[in-house]
């Protein structure tokens, strides 16, 4: 017993002197959870994937965490974008890239499959609600915005309008060398992609990033409203108009 404690006591001083000095685990986006795991037990390693990643950006993370070759890369990300959950994931540190994919894809079905079958919520179909949700959930300044978003996401479906979504843009945009999420310029409404929502009416062909449980429930929930238009100020707060007239003027009067 007195040796467990002293090697607890041990990991926690480590741990306590890296996050003083600003060490390498800390400072590189590493959390608590994780440096004191990757610490306790040299075997496992916890991750942490935040939600609205595309796959790309999760495999990166597990490439650092468990040292891939481009195989195991290319095993993980043979999944459909949108179906990776988001959570922090204890695995072996010598898991492969099918390993830990199909975790993440067992862990989606066991999170959302039962609140969409228990809550009589298949009336939507469930590729189309993820597709939604992924739209959501990198759209949102937050988990408040998620059901207004939805109701206008749904409001453009039903009549017929394109979706203008600036995160698709940036879904088909996206390179490992100029950034998974870049900055969407006016001429960018051109692009020549099935996820431009600003050319193409409906929803893009598959989800563009992988989201959290709110979001998938906003997709399902969504408020009911007359907006069709809306914008985020410069304090992430969310303003919808029901007409193209009322959402100029208000981006006129908020970002000034």
């Known amino acids: ?10 990991g926690l001083f480590l741990l306590a002197l890296i996050m003083f000095r600003g060490g390498y685990l800390l400072s590189n986006g590493m959390s608590f959870l994780e440096a004191y795991q990757n ?3 040299p075997y496992l390693r ?3 994937i935040e939600p609205g990643l595309r796959k790309e950006q999760i495999v990166d993370i597990y ?4 040292a891939w070759n481009d195989q195991n890369k290319k095993d993980f990300e043979v999944n459909v974008e949108g179906y990776y959950f988001p959570e922090t994931y204890l695995v072996s540190a010598y898991a492969t890239g099918k390993d830990v994919g199909q ?3 067992d862990k989606f079905n066991q999170e959302v499959k039962p609140e969409v079958t228990n809550s009589g919520k298949k009336i939507i179909n469930l590729d189309t609600a993820v597709k939604i949700a992924s739209i959501i959930q990198r759209e949102a300044a937050g988990k408040n915005d998620m059901n207004l978003i939805s109701g206008i ?3 453009r479906l039903f009549q017929g309008i394109s979706l203008d979504m600036d995160a698709t843009l940036q879904y088909a945009k996206g390179t490992n060398a100029n950034g998974w999420w870049p900055q969407v310029l006016p001429a960018d409404k051109k692009i020549n992609s099935p996820y431009n929502t600003y050319k193409n009416e409906g929803l893009p062909p598959s989800a563009i ?11 399902f929930n969504p408020i009911s409203t007359d907006c069709i238009f809306y914008f985020h100020d410069k304090n992430r ?9 009322e959402h100029v003027a208000k981006i006129k009067q908020y970002l000034k």
Do not use: F
Not at 1 to 10: G, P, Q, T, Y
């Open 1 to 10: 017993m007195r040796v467990k404690a002293s090697l607890a006591w041990i």
């Open 39 to 41: 610490l306790a037990n």
């Open 46 to 48: 916890a991750v942490h």
């Open 63 to 66: 490439a650092k965490a468990l």
């Open 103 to 105: 975790k993440m894809i």
């Open 153 to 155: 996401i749904w409001n």
């Open 209 to 219: 990033s992988n989201p959290g449980l709110a979001a998938i429930d906003a997709a």
């Open 237 to 245: 707060v969310i303003h919808c108009s029901k007409t193209y007239e």
